[in-house]
Structures are given as structure tokens and as C-alpha cells.
């Protein structure tokens, strides 16, 4: 699974201006349907040293917060025995054969994958241009390299002191032979590697320089604000432009099939101008779509069997023979990703040419966009990218660049798509709807004999990176339910495949993982209490063979007071995650019914083992900030359709956590060397069951349906 | 024509009076560290000073602006408390995407300017306007407190 293993061609190319470039490449990862016939020996990511000692990283990860850029910089930073500081980072242009994830197959920004799919990759890319640098000191000195070292830019000759700064030595580096093999440093020489590195990124991002997507601003720019059809599959039937022509800056009315877009001098216009447009729209045949509809789907489609993820025993006849069988229904709704920097995208439609200025996971599925809408050659199109101003899956998804391109193809000038919040809500490509049916046969003892699981939703793989979706299994909807950890003799997990197009969907953070984990770890309570054990106890008793989810699972439980008295009206819930990223990770909640009704977080302790760790500190503030928009998620996230309708808006009735309502989160690290495993996600999926194992725990109500706050109070006890 | 005077600086521009302060930043004159999140007063990634006062610039009309002296983002370090909540958000590496920060600093440098010894209930009352999506209110909170301690007594 690790990308370290994975085979790598290194090339050398000597760099305009007399740099040393130095590039690799990974081989197929899980997107490539056929990597025999994958492209060849071209790199995937250049370390770029001129010769004025400027080291350059041109990044293929977007920078959404996670941290990438920092802890990517590190990788290669820590081998090629350069200070962080040294490095200078580019965004990459958009390239698979360059710049692919090996994990995903192309470039991409998503799935926690960052540091899993480069570990290996960047660190010997450093390692590889590092031992060239000193190969080309030891060639000018006439010694042994052997006899010289590498560090901070500058290598020295040992016994003379003689030293040589990398910049000097860039030239002559680019001409020496690419070494067949490298060491890379034994992991206790780590001197970056592990550290709390502080985020390049930082300062750019509290004086208002930092540059996302948004800020783009270009000579003789336009901007414009859209609204596209309110119901997905409707059209624009007509368009009465009168009063919004005559709004101050407005300057064009663009009209598609499925939107309408007011481009003006400013976005106040812009938005003046939008409002005061008389769009009629022919709304299809989504017009008269409840969220009611989609459950019934759903529950439907629940009745059918599935394709099998997994299957081990015998689950039919264990559940038939058990003493006690548990049964229940679980539902997890669409879900808007709500980034704070509403979707956006500038472009410029020139004669045989297209320039794109955006924010994305995927720069190169951002370009493919753009040269299909222009009917352009992909090497006509550039696309450059920012800081994203949060990602959560949304921005792995190209509909606002292809939106954008589609009308600026109409407009004579750089014109910069924003869409408002409204659009952006109403708009999104969510998080699926899932329902699930979960059972489990428990013996006279109240050990679990039998587990079955089946998964009722869309294939997001399917549409998203087809290659990976084999045998009718989409790895993303079982994702954390076929890695069940649970020793338990009969398992069988199952995905039946139902779309419902009302609403387009697709990954929100977290991932599959984030609606499996918040069925399995409620109804691993459910049983607990059917098997009358405390729900720590009863999880540990089955992971006598998961020594590191036994680990986490202690020591959240330790620092979370697990077992302690509580006052009144409180409750403390327990959730454990396993899944595809590697990573594992306890939660301990603790909640408190306040007398309006309101479920009020109190303290979240998180005990994480994600193998080796690169940067602690971004370690704990993924953590954090998983758990934040988790809580968000699990306690109020809910995007409901009425006449085919989003009927959520803004924050006022999109509701997310805020300072006042933010829990102490204490991220306890369980260091050591195995391989590493993601870490932007799993804080969020874990976040849903141990707030509902702690409401359950707290009034004895137990919510199968997210979310949490409407499901407590719809639930008579 | 309004005159308004931004971060020390005289600017004169032409703009409709109730045109949001936002996009007079923004896209009139070219300072977009002042961020558009919500266009509504509900999420504060456009909060600005008038006056040493946090207040949304998406709904704030320039011509509420125009006898007033604005701060934005750009110029919050030149103030005493801005510059040791610039310091404090560096050590405590508060930004993850970084996209609600300046209005989080402007929010909390406006919040130490008025009380330099701000308690929890005072930080939670000025910063709960402010949403940060990747959720690093924890970190803000004790870079406040760290700030706070540089106020001196």
C-alpha cells in the first residue's frame, strides 16, 4: 500500500540557466488502468538548485491547510540536508506524467494520501541530488566522496575543511552520472523528520498576502457572479436582462443552457446585477424531489443484496444460531462542504489559447476541463494554482472551472467567476446519502459471533477514477467497514449501488470512512449494551490481534477519564477508526445535554498512531481540525431538497461550530516507525459515534440518523 | 467621488454609496486580504476596523466608511496589538488554510486594543462571529491569551 515500495526512475536534465533539475517518477498507482502502458521515464516532481544556491521544490500538492507544503518541504529538505528555510516552493503546472499521487494515479490533492504516496519518493529525490552535489565536490577537489559531507547548502571536504555551497556546485552536479542507488538516512538521523517545523506558509497567511484562487487579479479584469439552475438537470427557458443591464457596472449578461452569469466591473454589481435578473427556468425532472424520495430509494434498494467486499465464515447461520441478534437501520445525509473560500475561478479565453487561475486538488483534471470547453490542445491551455482556501473533497471536483471557462468563453477580456454563498451551498457536489443496514449475532456469553454490513449508496469511484473501481466494489463506500479490526468469526460487508442524480455527489472529508466509521462504532455500542459490557472493555476484548488499535484505544480511554464520574446530563463516548489511509485513532467525547436541548461538547481527547510521524504539530492540528468539522457534521450538517431544491443557503441555516462552541481537543501521539499513514481525515470520521455513543451514554437515547441534534430531538425515549 | 482613508492613505474612488466597503477593498482597489465568505455578517472572514472597531465589511456601505478611519489586514501589524497578534498567530502556527485568518486578527487585535486582558467569555463573545472551517479556534483562543500576556499590565 505504501508508495515507498512502489518502482522509481530518476532522471537528471540540466536546467536552463546551468541548474541542476532533478526529476522522478513513481509507477502506476491505484488510477492507472493499465500501467504496463503508463508514460515513460518523465519525472513527476523537480528539486531545483540554480546557480545561485536558490533551491527551489515545485510542489505537486495543493496547499488547503493540511500542511503539505510544509511537510513535504521536510521530506526533501531532511535528505537533501538543506535548512527549511532554504527552500523555495512553485506550485506544479497541471501534468500527470509529472507530477502523479502514486496512491491515486494522477495528480491529486485528496484521500490523506500526501505524505503516504511521497515518503519514499521525495526523500530520495533529496538524497539522490545530495550525493550528486557532493559527488561534483569531491570530483573538484580531487578526494574521496566518501571523505565529504552535506549540510545546510554547503558541502565540506572532512579532513581539509575545504567547503563548496550546493550553488556552486549545481553545474557541474547536472553533468555527473544519475548514482544507481542512495542511502537514505537511517531514520534516528532524522534532524527535520519528526520535528514540530514550523509552517512555512504562516506569515502570508496573517498579513493578507497570502494568495488564494480568489485574490487573482489580472489588467482589464472582469468579475462576474452566477446563478446556475436551482434544480439539478433544469434550464434556462428566458432571461428578462432589462433591470439588470441598467444596474451601475454591470457590463454583459452571459447566458448557458443551466446558468446565468452578470459579469461587472465589481461583485457588487455583479450581484446587483444577478438579483435583478427575471431568469424563468424549465426545472426538469428533478422539479418535484423531496429528501423523503431519496430515503425511500434507498430504503428500497436496502431490501436487495449487495456486491460482497467481504466475506469470511459463515454470517447467515452464526446470525441464525445466535443467542441474541441485534439488528438496526442507519442513515447519514447529503452533507455541503462549505469551505470559507466560496468556489471560484478566473480565466481568459484568447485566440487559440485559455489561462486558468484557480484553486484545486486536481490542476491537471482542472485543465482537461478547460480544453474540452474550448475545444482546445491541452498544451494550449495554462492553469495556475493557489492556495486553496479549504478543500474537504470539494475542490477535488473541476464543475466551477468548467463553469467559469464556459462563460468567459463569451467575454472579451480576464473575467474572474465568483459564485456567492448561496450558490456555493446550493451548489455543491455532496456527500452522498448513505443508509445501511447492520447486524450482529452475539452468543450466550454476549461475544460477537456474526457481523454483516451493507452499505446502500453511490459509487463515487465509479464516476470519479473508474480504473479503480473493480468487480462492482467501490473502495471508497466500504472504505473503513472491509478493514473491520473487530475479531469476529463471520464478517460479510456488502455495497449496493444505488444513485439517485437529484443532487451530484461526491467525496467530502473524510471520505467513506466518515459514514462507515459512524455506523460501525455506534452500533459496536449498540451490542456492547446488548451484551451488558461497557464499551471500552467490549471493543478491547476483540482486538486481542490489533496491538496498535488496542494502543490507541488505552491510552484515549486513559486520558479521557474513561470509567470516571461524570455529573448529571453528561455522557462519554468512545469511537475507534481503522481504515485504508494506516492511520489508527481513539476518541473519547465528552457532551452534556444543556436544558435548552442542545448537545454542548465539553472535551475531546484523541489518541492517534499514524507510523511515522513527519510534523507533530501539523499532526495534532490535522487532528483538531478534524474533530472540528466533525462535530460540525455529526451535530447539525444537513443538506435537505424541496421541489428539487437545496433549502439550506448560508451559515444561518448551514450550521457550523464556532469558538464559543469549540471543546478543549487534547491529540495524545503514539510515536513509532511504521510506514505512514494519513492524517487530514481521520479526526472528522471519527468525530459522529463518539458524540452519539456520549449522547447514548448521557439520556439513553441512541440516534441512528445524523444528524445529531435533530435526530435527539425527533427520538422519543 | 468618497474619499476614504485606509491604513493611513487617502483613496478616492467612485463607487454607488451602498456598495458594500468588501468590494470597494476588494475589487475597487486591489487589497484583497480582506476576504468574502458569506456576504451576509454571519461568518467574519471580511472583518475590518472603523475606528479600531471590528465590524463586516461585506455589509458595512462605504458611505458609513467615509468619516472613518479604516484598518484592513494589510497595515493590523503597524498597531501595537495587531502586531503581537501577528507574532502570537505565528508561534502558535494558528492558520491551516488560512483563508478566515484575517478576519480572525482583525477580530482579536480589535479585542486587545479594548480589553488587553481579555477572559474566556470576552474572547468567545468577540471571536464567535468568526468561522474558521478547519477549526483552529483552539489555537486562536491561546494566541490571544499569549498576545494578551504582551500587553503588559
Not at chain 1, 505524505?115 to 574521496?144: C, E, H, I, K, Q
Not at chain 1, 506558509?201 to 480568489?214: C, R, S, W
Not at chain 1, 457588487?268 to 426545472?283: F, P, S, V, Y
Not at chain 2, 468567545?124 to 499590565?153: E, F, H, L, P, S
Amino acid at each position: 500500500m505504501t508508495a515507498v515500495s512502489r518502482r522509481e526512475f530518476v532522471t537528471v536534465l540540466t536546467a536552463a540557466g546551468g541548474g541542476l533539475l532533478l526529476g522522478y517518477r513513481v509507477g502506476g498507482g491505484r488510477g492507472s488502468a493499465s500501467a504496463a502502458t503508463a508514460p515513460g521515464l518523465a519525472p513527476n516532481a523537480f528539486i531545483r538548485i540554480a546557480p545561485d544556491g536558490g533551491i527551489t521544490l515545485i510542489m505537486p500538492q495543493a496547499e488547503m491547510g493540511q500542511g503539505t507544503h510544509t511537510s513535504m518541504s521536510m521530506l526533501l529538505a531532511e535528505e537533501l540536508e538543506v535548512a527549511l528555510d532554504q527552500v523555495r516552493l512553485e506550485h506544479a503546472p497541471p501534468d500527470d506524467t509529472l507530477y502523479a499521487n502514486s496512491i491515486l494515479g494522477e495528480q491529486m490533492t485528496g484521500a490523506s494520501s500526501s505524505v503516504r504516496a511521497f515518503y519514499g519518493p521525495l526523500r530520495r529525490a533529496g538524497a539522490t541530488a545530495r550525493a550528486m552535489l557532493v559527488g561534483a565536490a569531491a570530483a573538484s577537489w580531487n578526494v574521496d566522496p566518501a571523505s565529504c559531507r552535506a549540510r545546510k547548502g554547503v558541502v565540506t571536504h572532512t579532513p581539509t575543511g575545504r567547503t563548496l555551497r550546493y550553488g556552486a556546485l549545481a553545474a557541474k552536479a547536472a553533468t555527473l552520472p544519475m548514482p544507481d542507488k542512495v542511502a537514505l538516512k537511517d531514520p534516528k538521523d532524522f534532524t527535520l523528520i519528526g520535528t514540530p517545523a514550523k509552517r512555512p506558509d504562516t506569515p502570508g497567511k496573517v498579513n493578507g498576502t497570502a494568495q488564494f484562487g480568489i485574490d487573482v487579479r489580472l489588467p482589464g479584469m472582469l468579475i462576474a457572479t452566477v446563478a446556475a439552475s436551482p434544480v439539478l438537470g433544469g434550464k434556462v427557458v428566458a432571461v428578462d436582462v432589462q433591470k439588470a443591464k441598467a444596474v451601475v457596472g454591470v457590463r454583459q449578461i452571459v447566458q448557458l443552457d443551466d446558468a446565468v452569469a452578470v459579469v461587472a466591473d465589481h461583485m457588487w454589481a455583479a450581484k446587483q446585477g444577478l438579483a435583478a435578473l427575471d431568469i424563468r427556468w424549465e426545472d426538469g425532472p428533478n422539479a418535484n424531489v423531496s429528501t423523503a424520495d431519496v430515503v425511500q430509494g434507498l430504503a428500497k434498494a436496502s431490501e436487495t443484496p449487495g456486491v460482497t467486499a467481504r466475506n469470511h465464515g459463515d454470517p447467515a447461520s452464526a446470525l441464525a444460531g445466535a443467542a441474541q441478534k441485534v439488528e438496526a437501520t442507519y442513515e447519514a445525509p447529503f452533507l455541503a462542504h462549505v469551505t470559507m473560500e466560496p468556489m471560484n475561478c478566473t480565466v481568459h479565453v484568447r485566440t487559440n489559447e485559455c489561462e486558468v487561475w484557480t484553486g484545486s486538488q486536481v490542476l491537471s483534471r482542472a485543465r482537461a476541463a478547460a480544453a474540452k470547453v474550448t475545444g482546445l490542445p491541452l498544451e494550449k491551455v495554462v492553469v495556475h494554482n493557489h492556495f486553496l482556501g479549504g478543500g474537504f473533497g470539494r475542490r477535488l471536483e473541476v464543475d466551477y472551472v468548467t463553469q467559469a471557462v464556459r462563460i468567459a468563453k463569451q467575454v472579451d477580456a480576464p473575467v474572474k467567476v465568483v459564485w456567492t454563498r448561496e450558490e456555493d451551498i446550493q451548489h455543491d457536489v455532496y456527500r452522498p446519502y448513505y443508509y445501511d443496514r447492520i447486524a450482529a449475532g452475539l452468543d450466550a456469553k454476549g461475544t460477537p459471533i456474526a457481523w454483516t454490513h451493507r452499505i446502500v449508496g453511490p459509487a463515487i469511484i465509479a464516476r470519479y477514477l473508474p480504473p479503480a473501481f473493480k468487480n462492482g466494489i467501490d473502495i471508497d463506500a466500504v472504505d473503513g467497514a472491509v478493514q473491520l479490526l473487530y475479531e469476529i468469526p463471520a464478517i460479510q460487508i456488502e455495497h449496493v449501488r444505488h444513485e439517485e442524480p437529484v443532487l451530484n455527489t461526491g467525496f467530502w472529508r473524510g471520505v467513506g470512512v466518515t459514514h462507515n466509521n459512524w455506523v460501525i462504532e455506534s452500533f459496536m455500542d449498540e451490542i456492547a449494551t446488548a451484551a451488558k459490557q461497557d464499551p471500552v472493555a467490549f471493543r478491547r476484548a476483540l482486538l486481542k490481534k490489533s496491538p496498535r488499535a488496542l494502543a490507541v484505544l488505552d491510552l484515549a480511554a486513559k486520558e479521557g477519564g474513561w470509567g470516571k464520574p461524570l455529573p448529571r446530563g453528561r455522557g462519554r463516548g468512545v469511537a475507534l477508526l481503522f481504515s485504508e489511509w494506516g492511520t489508527y485513532l481513539a476518541e473519547v467525547a465528552e457532551i452534556e445535554i444543556a436544558s435548552s436541548g442542545d448537545v454542548r461538547v465539553h472535551r475531546v481527547v484523541c489518541a492517534v498512531d499514524c507510523g511515522q510521524v513527519v510534523n507533530p504539530d501539523i499532526v495534532k492540528a490535522q487532528i483538531e481540525s478534524g474533530v472540528v468539522y466533525g462535530i460540525s457534521g455529526a451535530l447539525w450538517g444537513e443538506v435537505t431538497l424541496k421541489d428539487g431544491r437545496v433549502e439550506q443557503s448560508n451559515f444561518h441555516n448551514y450550521r457550523v461550530l464556532r469558538m464559543n462552541e469549540t471543546p478543549p481537543i487534547q491529540v495524545h501521539l503514539v510515536r513509532n516507525g511504521e510506514a505512514p499513514g494519513g492524517i487530514g481525515e481521520p479526526g472528522t470520521s471519527v468525530t459522529a459515534a463518539a458524540l452519539s455513543n456520549a449522547i447514548y451514554a448521557a439520556t439513553g437515547k441512541r440516534l441512528r440518523k445524523l444528524p445529531l441534534q435533530a435526530a435527539l430531538a425527533g427520538v422519543a425515549r | 467621488m468618497v474619499t476614504l482613508r485606509i491604513n493611513g492613505k487617502a483613496h478616492q474612488v467612485d463607487v454607488p454609496s451602498d456598495m458594500p466597503m468588501l468590494w470597494v477593498l476588494r475589487d475597487v482597489l486591489g487589497m484583497t486580504g480582506t476576504k468574502f465568505g458569506c456576504g451576509m455578517a454571519l461568518c467574519g472572514a471580511c472583518t475590518v476596523q472603523l475606528d479600531g472597531q471590528a465590524i463586516r465589511s461585506c455589509v458595512t456601505p462605504v458611505s458609513a466608511a467615509a468619516s472613518k478611519t479604516i484598518t484592513t489586514i494589510e497595515a493590523i501589524g503597524n498597531t501595537p496589538a495587531g502586531k503581537r497578534v501577528q507574532e502570537a498567530w505565528i508561534a502558535h502556527d494558528v492558520p491551516q488554510c488560512g483563508y478566515c485568518q484575517s478576519g480572525q486578527i482583525m477580530s482579536a487585535s480589535a479585542l486587545l486594543a479594548r480589553k488587553p486582558h481579555p477572559t474566556d467569555a470576552d474572547i468567545d463573545a468577540a471571536m464567535a462571529g468568526n468561522i474558521c472551517r478547519c477549526g483552529t479556534y483552539q489555537r486562536i483562543r491561546a494566541a490571544i491569551k499569549q498576545a494578551a500576556q504582551g500587553a503588559g499590565r
